[in-house]
């Protein structure tokens, strides 16, 4: 079975993943464990089943596709159930992201491009 997903980064990040493959990092998403109470980290690679935007205070300008060919059981034990409310989370390890997976990048904001702009996330539109 083929799944989609998405990952948004920066750009050079972007094309580091489609040329090498992802690396594993921890990820704050405000968990706590049951038990203790702490922060709690997760390591991989976060991936959703749609883009997530920057609008959503994802950071990035790039959006990677990345086409696992993983079933639905094989991923079930990395889904963050219920962290988006409109979206689907996992955070799964690199080594079997890149082992199943192949990676290209979909998007590119071409605000950032070299004929736009930077982006100024504190500019008001049309200023």
Do not use: C
Request: charged content about 30%; glycine content about 6%.
């Amino acid at each position: 079975m083929t799944t989609v997903f998405y990952h948004r980064t920066m750009i050079a990040e972007a094309r580091s993943i489609v040329t090498k493959g992802f690396v594993d990092e921890d990820w704050d998403f405000g968990l706590q464990d049951a038990q203790t109470g702490e922060d709690a980290l997760v390591t991989g690679v976060w991936l959703a089943d749609r883009p997530l935007g920057r609008d959503e205070n994802i950071p990035g300008d790039a959006v990677v596709e990345v086409t696992a060919d993983l079933t639905e059981q094989e991923l079930a034990d990395f889904e963050l159930a219920g962290m988006l409310w409109d979206a689907r989370l996992w955070v799964a390890p690199a080594e079997l992201i890149n082992s199943r997976s192949k990676m290209r990048i979909l998007e590119v904001d071409p605000r950032t491009s070299w004929f736009h702009d930077a982006i100024n996330e504190e500019e008001e539109p049309g200023s």
